[in-house]
């Protein structure tokens, strides 16, 4: 007889199918129709971090202010607050693990950079001939027909594609390999048609893997682990996509 190998969404979904405890987090089952489709029992909650401080719990009265330092996702006007609403808030509470958001920076590097990869999806046109002028940094920008101002890089597409093993035999004209794989990686992550999709996929995941985590009853009594960012001493207490500009010099523009 041949088993079928079971696929889970994430790795919450797989700890709670091989245990047959309960889990806090957890919220109702699928449907029938989607967990064929799935092979995952249970959708994980997410925990949203606290938008405002408001009112405190304890006497409703005043402002909090001062954060549980703890799990970070309560705050009290004051001490004494704090510690006459400690005897509700500990079947909740737990210690939180927070994870150094700069330390984890090359971690969301190659999260981003896995997706854009060859063979995720088709390659950049550019990539696939050779560089025949000479965009490097001494190289002043050329002023187009809209009035941007950039450095040209121009390729030869007389020749049909190739797949090239090294930079410079790409790039044959940089000033030195270095300049080749810089180029290479700015060419290969300078589609702005996929940012938006790429950079939703990488906050999703971490959505779906930190911010779905509860210490439930409380460290003591639950094997559960709440996991946060936190950048340098402040905990991070929001979640989402920024949006803004930013000013690239002519020089560091290409097209």
């Known amino acids: 007889m041949r088993l079928r190998r079971r696929k889970y969404i994430t790795g919450i979904c797989k700890r709670q199918h091989r245990s047959p405890k309960s889990s806090p987090h957890i919220s109702q089952p699928?449907?029938?129709s989607v967990l064929d489709a799935t092979m995952c029992h249970d959708i994980s909650q997410v925990f949203v971090p606290l938008i405002e401080l408001g009112v405190c719990p304890a006497c409703s009265t005043k402002r909090a202010k001062y954060r549980c330092i703890k799990c970070g996702e309560r705050a009290y006007c004051s001490k004494e607050c704090q510690v006459q609403e400690w005897p509700k808030h500990k079947l909740e509470c737990g210690k939180t693990e927070r994870i150094d958001l700069e330390q984890f920076y090359p971690a969301l590097a190659w999260m981003y950079s896995?997706?854009?990869l060859p063979g995720?999806?088709?390659m950049q046109?550019?990539?696939?001939h050779k560089i025949i002028n000479d965009p490097n940094a001494n190289t002043p920008p050329t002023r187009?027909?809209?009035g941007i101002e950039a450095k040209v890089v121009e390729i030869d597409d007389t020749h049909p594609p190739s797949i090239f093993l090294d930079s410079l035999t790409w790039f044959p004209r940089a000033a030195n390999e270095n300049v080749a794989d810089t180029m290479?990686?700015?060419v290969l992550n300078d589609e702005g048609s996929h940012l938006l999709t790429?950079?939703?996929a990488v906050a999703t995941a971490i959505l779906v893997e930190i911010y779905t985590t509860s210490s439930g009853s409380g460290s003591k009594s639950s094997n559960e682990r709440r996991l946060r960012f936190k950048y340098r001493s402040s905990p991070i207490v929001d979640f989402g996509i920024a949006t803004g500009s930013l000013e690239v010099k002519p020089q560091d523009r290409i097209a």
Do not use: E
Not at 125 to 128: D, I, N, S
């Open 184 to 186: 290479h990686r700015r």
């Open 120 to 122: 995720g999806r088709p």
């Open 114 to 116: 896995l997706g854009r």
């Open 198 to 200: 790429s950079v939703a």
């Open 30 to 32: 699928l449907q029938p």
């Open 125 to 128: 046109v550019a990539l696939q």
């Open 144 to 146: 187009l027909q809209d």
